[in-house]
């Protein structure tokens, strides 16, 4: 599931979230995963990920950052 991550859009519905990836072949991978619910955001302060949950409360989540090389399986060009 593609997500939104300006700070502003919020997540459409509940989901598991195990590494965020970006259009340039980066990806944020989570220490261990994290449930995002229907209104939470999610946010970058820096190089960070920031979930904001629905209420205010921000969670940064622990990571590395790696790269990514190729298509990940089920992805189409």
Same mark, same amino acid.
């Given at each position: 599931?593609?997500?939104?991550?300006?700070?502003?859009?919020?997540?459409?519905?509940? @989901?598991? #979230?195990?590494?965020?990836?970006?259009?340039?072949?980066?990806?944020?991978?989570?220490?261990?995963?994290?449930?995002?619910?229907?209104? +939470?955001?999610?946010?970058?302060?820096? +190089? #960070?990920? @920031?979930? #904001?949950?629905?209420?205010?409360?921000? @969670?940064?989540?622990?990571?590395?950052?790696?790269?990514?090389?190729?298509?990940?399986?089920?992805?189409?060009?």
């Amino acid at each position: 599931m593609r997500l939104e991550a300006d700070g502003a859009t919020p997540i459409p519905r509940l @989901v598991l #979230v195990e590494d965020l990836e970006t259009e340039t072949g980066h990806a944020f991978e989570l220490a261990s995963p994290l449930f995002l619910a229907a209104g +939470d955001r999610i946010a970058f302060e820096g +190089d #960070v990920p @920031v979930f #904001v949950r629905a209420d205010g409360e921000k @969670v940064t989540p622990a990571g590395n950052w790696s790269t990514r090389c190729g298509l990940r399986a089920g992805r189409s060009r």
